[in-house]
Structure formats: structure tokens, C-alpha cells
């Protein structure tokens, strides 16, 4: 087998080839077992884990998992930190009995995220040859099952005809329909790189940004202002001829730079930082911060900068100033953040501080760190859309090109929080910003299950599992199994108090993660061969007084269908729309009635008590 792997964080890539691992370990399947595993490792002690299943119909499939500490690679990163990447599709090697063989290029995709960033991997393989199982006498079959990309480069190749899945009776307009699966896996040709032994950057993170640096004000030997991000200015000047003309010039590192300032002690209300290069365009940069209104504020910025370095200018310096109009930052007890970046100008944009990765705390910093937690930029958190009228999603999960799950609906989050005005519930909408995976096969709770996971609002997920009737035995052995019904059996949210979603929550929880889920549940059971259906709103009450709210619902798991047609539908009644309320509904009144319980008990021994004493 040839091997490159093509490694990305989505700013930096690395390439590099497979003659550095070799075999770590391995597991062979045994008599009546259906799963093998062989684990490869390189001198960066990353693992390469392939996993070898057979299915219920005797054919098998290989997965991969690589594991790697992301510091080794892209330095800067957190030292300590390591990470998994999955595969987003099984590899079909043919039956048990076959020999695996394909001359042919393919890649193989896997992906992973990690502290807010997502690593994707991609795996260009030529001349292989596997076999997992029913080696005999420590020899390759002879029976050969070849991939399709060499089938398609041989003339003499039988073809196997296989049957449509059935036609479908409805089917939700293709343009609206979010599909995973290999099909639209987004690929980098790797083509144009050069293979390098060890890993080597070949392409700086962002070409028209220099790296991100950090500036710090010191008072006291501490650190009571932190600035950071990476940074440019754009000069607007008048040149020798009478025409303006205008020139992008890099904010230098804190190693390039002095920094002083002032912080704010005691009841002062503000703070300044000041960062001089030594010996560039820029001579001085000063940012002037206030509290206003208790709101962190950048009330205004000055610059200073050497037009003698430009050969056309007709003046020798130019000092601006843009002031009057406060940006307002955050909590002062919080950090601020903009990680797409933008600029702060005023009108006549002479000068334009650009940026990336902004990030910035100009009161009540401690032990030198930013808070633990603070305030996002809308940029980053991208557009909110209005409650009264969430956007209409269907989600398509698929496994090699087969559909498993789709799910149509409006939703939107009943989230309790504690704002400055005392515990309130803000609903919150699912954008048209997301990304989606899933899993057509894995289990819960000891059953045969499906699974949707919609990523939202850089932070937020929300998943959902679908069960059905065949136990985990009869799904993983191999043995011949029919899913008749099917239900959803659990959903879980993980988001945070963003503060331009929570706009009165209080200090202590802004930009906090916190999570909710409703596990064990037989909520909507649903034939196999039909999908579910209410147009009502319908409420799922998840945990602790967050729920869910769908309207236009339709969905369908187990499908194993080629389309992302719903087959015929069964709609809901008022029963059954009230039957997801009544879990939390009966476990209220269940509280209750043991309260009451509680409190006959109590007064009943304090009238024994009284009757003793005296």
C-alpha cells in the first residue's frame, strides 16, 4: 500500500507519507466473532486505528481513527491536548472471503474538532491490497473483489445489477435538503504539494495578516490590560502630486514593540495602552478605554506614523485620532473577542485598525489571564433568526450514498436562564448557519440506533438518537435482524449564554457551556416503512425547563433508501402531540404529589411530638 496524508487546521497544511508507521498492534477476529482491529503508529507516536467489521449480510467494511497531539504539528497549539479523527464513511472491502484490491487512487476523509478548531485529514491510497478475515495458511484468497475506480479502467469487469429501493411518495425540495455522506464531502487535491518525511508548513496562516501577538500593560509587576489578535493599519496619506493614496502596514509583535499604559485602580474608569514599534512606519498606536453606562468601551484610538518611509507622501508624519462614537466591548469584569475580525474607523477612514482573532480585557484582569468567560462579536456568532418565524431545515444522513435519516422541521429552544431582572425564558431559533453529521450505525442503551448531530452558533449542538426494536446482540453478531418500529429515544443540547443571544444574562454565565438532554425516552414510535408527521407545534421538554418547539415536523430513520424521499406518513393526533409533554408533565405531578406525601408525614410526627411533650 502507497499512502500520503494531507493534514489541515484550516488555516496551515501538512503533508507527509506512511513509510514511518508501521504495526503496533492488532486484534484477529476468532471464531464467531465479527470485528478485527490493527493499529499502526509512527515515530510521532500518532495512531493510526483500522477497524474491520462484518455486517449481517457477510460483506465488510473498514473504518479508520487516527489519533495525534495537533502541537506536533501546528505549533502554538495546546501542548498537552491530543485528538481523534474519524472517518465520514466506511470503506467496503468486498465479502469475507475476498481479497481487497484496488490499484486506483482514493482518498479517504477524516475529521475532528478540537478546542474550537476543526482538523480534517485527508488519506490518498494506491495499490492496496486487504484481507480481514478467513486468511488461510497465511495466505491471501484468490477470490478478489476489485474497487470500482479500477473497474472503471478495466474493459473485462463483470457488472453486478442491483435493484432500485423503492419509489418514493413524497420528497422534500432537493435545494433545501442538508445531506451527509461521501457524496458531497468537500475534497483538497493534495496534487500540488510536495511530499516532505517530516511535516512542514506550506502556507502561513492568513498571507495578508502578520501572527497573532499579545501586548500587555504591567502595574505593580502585574498585568492589568490584555491585548491581543493580529493586527494591521491602513494609511490613507496625501503624496508629492496632490492625490491620495493609501498603504496596509502590519502591527509588529509584542517581541518588536514596547508596551505601557495605565490601568484603571480603585473607582477609576479608565485604562490606556500604548504600543511603540522600534524603528517602523507605525511610531505610536494608543487605545483609550472607559466605563460607560457599566459597559467596557473603547472610546477612542490614536496613531502616529513615519510618512518618511514612504517615498511618495508629501507631509513627513501624520498623527490622527478617531474618537466620538464608543465601541462598545463588554462586561468590565469580561474579556471582548472577534475572532473573524473587522476594523474600527471613523468617517474619513485616513486610518483603519484591521483585524483577526481579536481579543481583548482592559479592566479587572486577574492572575494575568483573561475571565474564564465574555462577550462575542455578532460577526462571529453570524445571523439570529427571529423566534416568531425559524427558518424551515431538512436534514439528510447518509451512508454510502444510502439514506438512513431525514428530518424536516422549524425549530426552536425554550431556554430558561438568569438574566439581571431575575429568571427569564428567551426562545432562541435554529440558524441557517450549521453543519451536520451523523450515524446510521451504532446503538444506544443496548439497541440498534440512528443518529443526527446539527452543529449551530460555533458552540451549540444538538443530537438526536433514533432507536429501534433489534437488540445490540443480534445487530453487532451478524445475525439476520428486521427493524419494525423505531422511535426518537433521546435528545441532547450543548450550547452557551452567548451575549448577543442572552443579551441581560448576568456576569457569571455569560459565554458559559452548559448542556441538557432527555435520554431514555419512547418519544413518537413509528413504523419502519413510515415516516412521522405533525404540522402542529409540538413541544419536547428536554431538561429543567428547556424544551424544544417544532413545527411542520416530519421525519424518518432506518430508511435504507437511495432518496431522500419520506415514505407514506403517519400524522399526529392530539394524543399524541400532548404524549411528549407528558413525560415531564407526569414526572411534575409525580414531585408534587411527594411533596404532599412529605408534608402529611412531617405534620403527623410533629403532632406526636406535641402530644409526648406535653
Keep these: 500500500m502507497n ?17 514511518d508507521f508501521s504495526v503496533k498492534s492488532g486484534d484477529c477476529a476468532k471464531n464467531g466473532e465479527y470485528v478485527a482491529t490493527l493499529i499502526l503508529g509512527n515515530s510521532y507516536e500518532d495512531l493510526l486505528a483500522c477497524t474491520f467489521s462484518v455486517l449481517p449480510d457477510l460483506s465488510v467494511n473498514m473504518s479508520f481513527m487516527f489519533t495525534f497531539s495537533p502541537s506536533e504539528y501546528f505549533p502554538g497549539t495546546s501542548l498537552a491536548a491530543s485528538i481523534n479523527l474519524l472517518d465520514t464513511g466506511d ?12 490499484n486506483a487512487n482514493q482518498i479517504v476523509t477524516l475529521t475532528g474538532a478540537l478546542e474550537g478548531t476543526t482538523y480534517t485529514m485527508f488519506m490518498d491510497m494506491s495499490s492496496v491490497q486487504i484481507q480481514a478475515f478467513n486468511i488461510k495458511n497465511g495466505k491471501l484468497s484468490t477470490d478478489m473483489f476489485v474497487c470500482s475506480a479500477d473497474q472503471m479502467t478495466t474493459v473485462a469487469q463483470e457488472t453486478t445489477v442491483t435493484s432500485e429501493p423503492a419509489k418514493p411518495t413524497t420528497e422534500p425540495s432537493a435545494s433545501n435538503v442538508t445531506t451527509v455522506g461521501p457524496s458531497n464531502t468537500t475534497t483538497v487535491g493534495p496534487s500540488n504539494m510536495t511530499t516532505k518525511q517530516t511535516p512542514v508548513p506550506t502556507s502561513s496562516p492568513n498571507p495578508s495578516f502578520p501572527p497573532k501577538s499579545r501586548y500587555e500593560v504591567i502595574e505593580n509587576f502585574k498585568v492589568c490590560l490584555i491585548l491581543e ?4 493599519l491602513k494609511v490613507t496619506y496625501m503624496t508629492k502630486e496632490n ?78 485620532t478617531v474618537s466620538g462614537n464608543p465601541v462598545e466591548l463588554s462586561s468590565p469584569k469580561l474579556f471582548y473577542k472577534c475572532e473573524k475580525g473587522g476594523s474600527f474607523s471613523d468617517d474619513s477612514e485616513v486610518l483603519v ?23 462575542d462579536c455578532k460577526e462571529d456568532l453570524g445571523p439570529i433568526p427571529d423566534p416568531e418565524n425559524p427558518p424551515m431545515h431538512v436534514f439528510a444522513i ?37 453543519t451536520l453529521s451523523g450515524d446510521c450505525n ?34 453487532w453478531r451478524g445475525y439476520t435482524y428486521r427493524v419494525t418500529k423505531y422511535h426518537i429515544s433521546q435528545i441532547q443540547l450543548l450550547y452557551d449564554f452567548d451575549n448577543n443571544l442572552f443579551t441581560d444574562a448576568v456576569d457569571s454565565i455569560v459565554g458559559k457551556n452548559t448542556e441538557a438532554f432527555a435520554t431514555n425516552r ?11 408527521m405533525c404540522n402542529k407545534e409540538s413541544t419536547f421538554n428536554i431538561q429543567n425547563g428547556l424544551s424544544m418547539i417544532t413545527k411542520e415536523l416530519q421525519f424518518q430513520a432506518f430508511k435504507n433508501e437511495y432518496t431522500t424521499a419520506f415514505s407514506a406518513e403517519v400524522e399526529c393526533g392530539e394524543e399524541e402531540e400532548t404524549y411528549v409533554l407528558l413525560i415531564s408533565t407526569g414526572a411534575a405531578l409525580g414531585g408534587l404529589l411527594l411533596l404532599v406525601i412529605v408534608a402529611v408525614i412531617v405534620q403527623r410526627k410533629r403532632k406526636r411530638y406535641e402530644q409526648l411533650t406535653y
Design 442 to 475: 451504532t446503538t444506544l442503551n443496548g439497541y440498534y440506533s440512528q443518529k443526527m448531530v446539527i452543529n449551530f452558533y460555533n458552540t451549540w449542538e444538538m443530537s438526536m438518537f433514533f432507536t429501534s426494536d433489534v437488540q445490540q446482540s443480534e445487530f
Design 91 to 102: 470503506m467496503k472491502l468486498g465479502s469475507d472471503t475476498q481479497l481487497y484490491q484496488c
Design 353 to 375: 485598525f484591521m483585524f483577526k482573532e481579536f481579543k481583548v480585557q482592559a479592566f479587572n484582569v486577574e492572575d494575568g489571564r483573561f475571565s474564564e468567560n465574555g462577550y
Design 522 to 532: 419512547r418519544l413518537l414510535p413509528t413504523d419502519e416503512d413510515k415516516s412521522y
Design 229 to 232: 489578535g493580529r493586527f494591521q
Design 398 to 434: 447518509k451512508r454510502d450514498n444510502i439514506t438512513c435519516i431525514v428530518f424536516k422541521a422549524k425549530i426552536k429552544f425554550n431556554i430558561p436562564y438568569l438574566s439581571n431582572n431575575g429568571v427569564v425564558t428567551k426562545q432562541i431559533s435554529l440558524p441557517k448557519n450549521y
Design 243 to 320: 492625490k491620495s493614496a493609501s498603504v496596509i502596514v502590519d502591527i509588529p509583535e509584542s517581541s518588536d514593540v514596547t508596551v505601557m499604559g495605565a490601568c484603571a485602580n480603585g473607582n477609576d474608569t479608565k485604562s490606556i495602552l500604548t504600543i511603540t514599534p522600534i524603528d517602523e512606519e507605525i511610531l505610536s498606536l494608543t487605545f483609550n478605554y472607559e466605563i460607560m453606562n457599566g459597559t467596557s468601551n473603547l472610546v477612542s484610538w490614536t496613531a502616529e506614523v513615519n510618512l518618511t518611509k514612504f517615498p511618495d507622501a508629501r507631509e513627513s508624519e501624520l498623527n490622527h
Design 3 to 19: 499512502i500520503i496524508f494531507t493534514l489541515s487546521n484550516g488555516k496551515e497544511i501538512m503533508k507527509f507519507n506512511g513509510s
